[in-house]
């Protein structure tokens, strides 16, 4: 039967142990449909010689969660060393009553009593006779012939074993840590390419590319990872540091540091070795310190992140203001280089250290700036204050960081932590999330622990703290809560706070707050469940978050992360909100939205739309930073028009209305454009606005609106431009007369500014 099974695979060292004892331990081992193992009897099946057992581990930190996994079991390996390397729906937890069984139809169930099924491994139509954990450590499905109709094998977490392959298109991800689900994944692509990648969209090792399809990675016995084609013909290796000594376990793990690592169980030190690593220097990979931190090798030579940036002492402002009540001032730091991480893209431009920093300074939206050169002369220009970055006494770049050059004001958010004045102890707030990441190399017991870790902030009391679990899975699942009707209804005290169309304000048990939105849509329910998880896919700092969603007794409904200000809409509407939208808060929130839809546009995996963008969806958090709501729901609505342009035109219709103050686009427009075309732009500027407008400003906004807003949809500029734009770095030419519905022909629109005296 394991013959059969041409992936079986065992290291000599075994061999001689295995073949005496071979048929004897089979039939024992063999695990009948019914089979049963519970948190409550601590029971486990072993694998024939016992090198593995699976059965489920307490979460160390988190009292009375646990997972069901396969481990290490040898005697070789004591207790504390028995990693597990593959875990049932890698980060579901279940509480102390669950079991998980070898269910009569055939298929795998973990259950927690208090929630149902938590997973399963969807074989109930497979004919499945029984299960078996064999010595490699694969957990298997048999039918009747005997045939392997399901293996954990084929569903790996973030580890790799001896005979186990990664195919393409299969993932490992790293365990998740700060309650969010890791954006380290292994990925092996279709040309038989594996990569590293930190969320989709940054690659940062990959290895060599055979440019082959069908190849598999695999790690041998003797410590090789290999791409071999189908006949395991090898056409890319590395090797372990100890490749080809007797060893007796070896895995390959992406650990939670976003580093993929070879380890030999050492039966001298009784420890596991890293003996090789994808990427040599861990400060090179990428967002290892996270936002703001800063990756460098201390004297031991093992990486740790800092945060050497002076920060103003409001932790809600922006460090790096844009938003500067006084001037500001560049911050210089030798030998160091950032990157932006959200989104993960520099501008560039040509040109020498003093001017770069200049240019910084001179530049509104410029955040921080990386000056380098390899032979030519880079200024690598920031817009977010999201970003990363390394440093070392052997590299040459230069940072720069724009600060206030006066302290703000103090905000009355940040009066209860004006402790937090102290430098040390700001730089320790921020620094915390990447303090796990820099522990490298350490090879952690349970890699589970790590999600334990990651999800304490949600550890509170009742059932939705087990939701707020799941939504620190990875893969499969999105991130996202399901939540039942009754829930919602919980959550916002039966609908009691409306705060919009269809819209109520909520509370988690975690007291987080939540927007709760209910869609009238008659879309099918398993179209629904796609279309959230992929909208729960996405994630950018300028959209709000979707949390979760529920999906019963035919409501659909969409819980959000919960924006403080209310949406910009309420602003305008009001006459003295509006005055707090200065100038500057009126073109960063421009930013922030042209951003948004940019990135819907062309930074997710496929084409999203936005659809339905109006001053409605716009929030605005505390800072002023403009978040878009409801994007991608043309996905749950198929009937709405889901067209690029129709974006484009609304982010015009929204530049306009932020220029104006007028609400009403189609009466402002044709003034606005025959203002500006005989050169009074002020004349259509809000009066509203507290401390005036800057002109040159003005003229892009007015510009960009106008070409957006023009009837030919053709000739509408992208939304990549349109952020170029609005950041300062592309020009554009005047544009013809915009405003689809409006009857201005250009001539008309000519004659009349040729006209005036
Ligand atoms: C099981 O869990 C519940 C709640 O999580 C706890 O109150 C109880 O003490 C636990 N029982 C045991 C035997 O640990
Ligand atoms: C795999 O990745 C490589 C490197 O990024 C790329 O050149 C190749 O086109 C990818 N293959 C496919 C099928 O996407
Ligand atoms: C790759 O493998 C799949 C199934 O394993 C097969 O259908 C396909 O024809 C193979 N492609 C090539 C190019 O060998």
Same mark, same amino acid.
């Given at each position: 039967?394991?013959?059969?099974?041409?992936?079986?695979?065992?290291?000599?060292f075994l061999?001689?142990? /295995?073949?005496?004892?071979?048929?004897?331990?089979?039939?024992?081992?063999?695990?009948?449909l019914?089979?049963?193992?519970s948190?409550?009897?601590n029971?486990s099946?072993?694998?024939?010689?016992?090198? /593995?057992?699976?059965? #489920?581990?307490?979460?160390s930190?988190?009292?009375n969660?646990?997972?069901v996994?396969?481990? /290490?079991?040898?005697?070789s390996?004591?207790?504390?060393?028995?990693?597990?390397?593959?875990?049932?729906?890698?980060?579901?937890?279940?509480?102390?009553?669950?079991?998980?069984?070898l269910?009569?139809?055939?298929?795998l169930?973990?259950?927690?009593?208090?929630?149902?099924?938590?997973?399963?491994?969807?074989?109930s139509?497979?004919a499945?006779?029984?299960a078996?954990?064999?010595?490699?450590?694969?957990?298997?499905?048999?039918?009747?012939?005997g045939?392997v109709?399901?293996?954990?094998?084929?569903?790996p977490?973030?580890?790799i074993?001896?005979?186990?392959?990664?195919?393409?298109?299969?993932?490992?991800?790293a365990?998740?840590k700060?309650?969010?689900?890791?954006?380290?994944?292994?990925?092996?692509?279709?040309s038989?390419?594996?990569?590293?990648?930190?969320e989709?969209d940054?690659?940062?090792?990959?290895?060599?590319?055979?440019?082959?399809?069908?190849?598999s990675?695999?790690?041998?016995?003797?410590?090789?990872?290999?791409?071999?084609?189908q006949?395991l013909?090898?056409?890319?290796?590395?090797?372990?540091?100890d490749?080809?000594?007797?060893?007796n376990?070896?895995?390959?793990?992406?650990?939670?540091?976003?580093?993929?690592r070879?380890y030999?169980?050492?039966?001298v030190?009784?420890s !596991?070795?890293?003996?090789w690593?994808?990427?040599?220097?861990?400060?090179?990979?990428?967002a290892t310190?996270?936002?703001?931190?800063?990756?460098?090798?201390?004297?031991?030579?093992?990486?740790?992140?800092r945060?050497?940036?002076?920060?103003?002492?409001?932790?809600?402002?922006?460090?790096?203001?844009?938003?500067?009540?006084?001037?500001?001032?560049?911050v210089?730091?030798?030998?160091?280089?950032?990157?932006?991480?959200?989104?993960?893209?520099?501008?560039?431009?040509?040109?020498?250290?003093?001017?770069?920093?200049a /240019?910084?300074?001179?530049?509104?939206?410029c955040?921080?700036?990386t000056f380098?050169?390899?032979?030519?002369?880079k200024?690598?220009?920031?817009?977010?204050p999201?970003f990363s970055?390394?440093s070392?006494?052997?590299?040459?770049?230069?940072?720069?960081?724009?600060?206030?050059?006066?302290?703000?004001?103090?905000?009355?958010?940040a009066?209860?932590?004006?402790?937090?004045?102290s430098?040390?102890?700001?730089?320790?707030r921020?620094?915390?999330?990447?303090?796990?990441?820099?522990?490298s190399?350490?090879f952690?017991?349970?890699?589970?622990?790590?999600?334990?870790?990651?999800?304490?902030?949600?550890?509170?009391?009742?059932?939705?703290?087990?939701?707020a679990?799941?939504a620190c899975?990875?893969?499969n699942?999105?991130?996202?809560?399901?939540?039942?009707?009754?829930?919602?209804?919980?959550?916002?005290?039966? #609908?009691?706070?409306?705060?919009?169309?269809?819209?109520y304000?909520?509370?988690?048990?975690?007291?987080q707050p939540?927007?709760?939105?209910?869609?009238?849509?008659?879309?099918?329910?398993?179209?629904?469940?796609?279309?959230v998880?992929?909208?729960?896919?996405?994630?950018h700092?300028?959209?709000?978050?979707?949390?979760g969603?529920c999906?019963?007794?035919?409501k659909?409904?969409?819980?959000?992360?919960?924006?403080?200000?209310?949406?910009?809409?309420?602003?305008?509407?009001?006459d003295?909100?509006?005055k707090?939208l200065?100038?500057?808060?009126r073109?960063?929130?421009?930013?922030?939205?042209?951003?948004?839809?940019?990135?819907?546009?062309?930074?997710?995996?496929?084409f999203?739309?936005?659809?339905?963008?109006?001053?409605?969806?716009?929030?605005?958090?505390?800072?002023?930073?403009?978040?878009?709501?409801?994007?991608?729901?043309?996905?749950?609505h198929?009937?709405?028009?889901?067209?690029?342009?129709?974006?484009?035109e609304?982010?015009?219709?929204?530049?306009?209305?932020l220029?104006?103050?007028?609400?009403?686009?189609?009466?402002?427009?044709?003034?606005?454009?025959?203002?500006?075309?005989?050169?009074r732009?002020?004349r259509?500027?809000?009066?509203?606005?507290?401390?005036?407008?800057?002109?040159?400003?003005?003229e892009r906004?007015l510009?960009?609106?106008f !070409?957006?807003?023009q009837?030919?949809?053709?000739?509408?500029?992208s939304?990549g431009?349109?952020?170029?734009?609005?950041?300062?770095?592309?020009?554009?030419?005047?544009p013809?007369?915009?405003?689809?519905s409006?009857?201005?022909?250009?001539?008309?629109?000519?004659?009349?500014?040729?006209?005036?005296?």
């Amino acid at each position: 039967m394991l013959e059969q099974d041409k992936s079986f695979h065992i290291s000599p060292f075994l061999l001689s142990v /295995f073949t005496g004892f071979f048929l004897f331990h089979l039939v024992l081992s063999k695990i009948p449909l019914g089979s049963k193992l519970s948190v409550e009897e601590n029971s486990s099946w072993v694998s024939p010689i016992g090198d /593995f057992a699976i059965g #489920f581990f307490n979460h160390s930190d988190q009292p009375n969660q646990y997972g069901v996994g396969i481990r /290490f079991n040898s005697k070789s390996i004591p207790v504390g060393k028995q990693t597990v390397v593959w875990v049932a729906g890698a980060e579901i937890t279940v509480g102390n009553k669950s079991y998980f069984q070898l269910s009569q139809s055939g298929e795998l169930v973990l259950v927690d009593s208090l929630k149902g099924v938590m997973w399963t491994s969807k074989t109930s139509r497979s004919a499945v006779v029984s299960a078996l954990l064999r010595d490699d450590g694969n957990l298997v499905l048999l039918d009747e012939m005997g045939s392997v109709v399901w293996q954990s094998f084929d569903n790996p977490s973030d580890t790799i074993l001896p005979g186990q392959s990664l195919s393409i298109y299969k993932t490992l991800r790293a365990a998740s840590k700060n309650s969010v689900s890791s954006y380290y994944s292994l990925y092996m692509n279709a040309s038989g390419q594996l990569q590293l990648r930190w969320e989709s969209d940054v690659m940062y090792w990959t290895s060599g590319n055979p440019s082959m399809s069908n190849l598999s990675a695999v790690l041998t016995s003797d410590g090789i990872l290999q791409l071999v084609d189908q006949t395991l013909k090898p056409m890319w290796s590395v090797f372990g540091d100890d490749h080809n000594d007797a060893v007796n376990f070896r895995l390959l793990r992406l650990d939670v540091d976003g580093n993929l690592r070879m380890y030999s169980w050492e039966a001298v030190s009784k420890s !596991w070795r890293s003996v090789w690593q994808a990427v040599e220097n861990q400060c090179n990979v990428f967002a290892t310190c996270g936002e703001h931190g800063v990756c460098v090798f201390n004297s031991s030579g093992s990486p740790e992140c800092r945060c050497p940036f002076k920060i103003t002492s409001d932790p809600n402002s922006k460090c790096f203001a844009q938003d500067c009540k006084s001037a500001s001032s560049m911050v210089t730091y030798e030998h160091t280089s950032l990157y932006e991480i959200y989104p993960p893209t520099d501008s560039i431009i040509l040109t020498s250290l003093q001017q770069c920093e200049a /240019f910084c300074l001179r530049n509104s939206f410029c955040t921080a700036a990386t000056f380098t050169n390899d032979g030519t002369a880079k200024c690598l220009v920031k817009t977010t204050p999201y970003f990363s970055g390394y440093s070392g006494p052997s590299l040459s770049s230069v940072s720069f960081i724009k600060t206030c050059s006066d302290p703000l004001p103090v905000d009355p958010h940040a009066s209860r932590s004006s402790s937090a004045q102290s430098p040390a102890k700001h730089s320790h707030r921020l620094c915390i999330p990447c303090l796990v990441g820099a522990a490298s190399g350490t090879f952690v017991l349970f890699a589970v622990i790590h999600l334990a870790i990651g999800c304490y902030i949600y550890r509170r009391r009742n059932m939705i703290w087990k939701k707020a679990a799941l939504a620190c899975m990875t893969s499969n699942s999105k991130g996202l809560m399901m939540l039942s009707f009754t829930e919602i209804k919980e959550i916002t005290g039966n #609908f009691k706070h409306q705060i919009g169309p269809k819209t109520y304000r909520g509370v988690l048990p975690n007291h987080q707050p939540v927007a709760i939105k209910e869609l009238e849509t008659t879309i099918e329910e398993r179209k629904f469940r796609a279309a959230v998880s992929k909208i729960g896919s996405i994630h950018h700092r300028n959209l709000v978050k979707l949390n979760g969603y529920c999906c019963e007794l035919g409501k659909k409904i969409l819980v959000y992360e919960y924006v403080k200000n209310g949406s910009v809409h309420n602003y305008m509407e009001d006459d003295e909100l509006s005055k707090r939208l200065t100038w500057r808060r009126r073109l960063n929130i421009c930013l922030g939205v042209a951003r948004a839809i940019c990135y819907l546009h062309t930074g997710c995996r496929e084409f999203v739309s936005h659809g339905t963008l109006k001053c409605e969806n716009v929030v605005l958090d505390k800072n002023y930073e403009a978040k878009v709501s409801e994007f991608g729901l043309g996905i749950v609505h198929p009937e709405a028009s889901c067209v690029r342009e129709k974006d484009v035109e609304d982010v015009g219709k929204m530049l306009l209305i932020l220029v104006t103050g007028c609400l009403q686009v189609g009466e402002v427009c044709e003034l606005a454009y025959k203002e500006w075309i005989q050169g009074r732009p002020e004349r259509v500027v809000d009066n509203r606005i507290d401390g005036g407008v800057d002109r040159e400003e003005l003229e892009r906004m007015l510009r960009t609106a106008f !070409w957006c807003l023009q009837s030919d949809e053709r000739m509408r500029p992208s939304m990549g431009e349109v952020v170029k734009v609005l950041e300062g770095t592309l020009t554009v030419d005047p544009p013809p007369p915009p405003c689809a519905s409006q009857s201005l022909p250009a001539k008309e629109a000519l004659l009349e500014s040729s006209s005036e005296p």
